[in-house]
C-alpha cells in the first residue's frame, strides 16, 4: 500500500498499488489536483486517520532527527499513517522522507531525486557558535537564534 502526500496529486502521480492518505491532504489542494483526490477516493482510496500516539511517535522522532520544525501537522499524520498502515510513504518533501527513513518507513519519490542519506541534524547558534542536539526558540548562552547545520558538514 502506498500512502501519498499532497505532491502526488499536483504531480498525477499513478499507481496499480492500492493508496491511502489523510483528509488533511484535500485541504491542501486546489484545482485539478483537488479533482485527481476525489476521483481516486472515489475509487477506493482508503482515507485514514492516525491514532495520537503514533502522532506523538512521528513528533519525536522529527525531533530526534532534528526536522521537527520543517514539518507541518499534515506531514507529521502523513508519517503516522504510513507507519501504522505498514505501507510506503509516497513524497517529494526531504524532512519527511528523512524522517520516514528514521522510522523505518518506507518512502517513494515522484517527481525529486530522494534524500540520499538519513540526517540528525545539529543546530548552532548565529551568536556564540554553540552547538546543540535539538531546536530551542533561541540560545540558552546568550539568547540568539539557532540556525540548522547539516552534521556531515560539522
Not at 88 to 110: C, R
Request: glycine letters at 6%; charged letters at 30%; proline letters at 3%.
Amino acid at each position: 500500500m502506498n500512502v501519498l502526500d499532497s505532491s502526488t496529486f499536483i504531480n498525477e502521480y499513478h499507481t496499480d498499488e492500492q493508496t491511502a492518505t489523510i483528509p488533511m491532504v484535500r485541504e491542501e489542494l486546489e484545482d485539478e489536483s483537488a479533482y485527481r483526490f476525489d476521483a481516486m477516493e472515489g475509487s477506493g482510496m482508503h482515507i485514514h486517520i492516525p491514532r495520537d500516539d503514533t502522532v506523538e511517535k512521528v513528533r519525536r522522532a522529527s525531533g530526534e532527527t532534528g526536522d521537527r520544525e520543517e514539518l507541518s501537522t499534515t506531514d507529521i499524520r502523513l508519517i503516522a499513517a504510513a507507519f501504522e498502515l505498514d505501507a510506503t510513504l509516497v513524497t517529494d518533501d526531504y524532512a519527511m522522507q528523512n524522517v520516514a527513513e528514521h522510522m523505518e518507513v518506507a518512502v517513494e519519490v515522484i517527481a525529486r531525486e530522494g534524500i540520499s542519506e538519513q540526517r540528525d541534524w545539529r543546530f548552532q547558534c548565529q551568536g556564540c557558535g554553540r552547538e546543540f542536539d535539538e531546536n530551542k526558540d533561541r540560545c540558552p548562552i546568550c539568547g540568539s537564534e539557532l540556525s540548522r547545520k547539516n552534521p556531515s558538514n560539522a
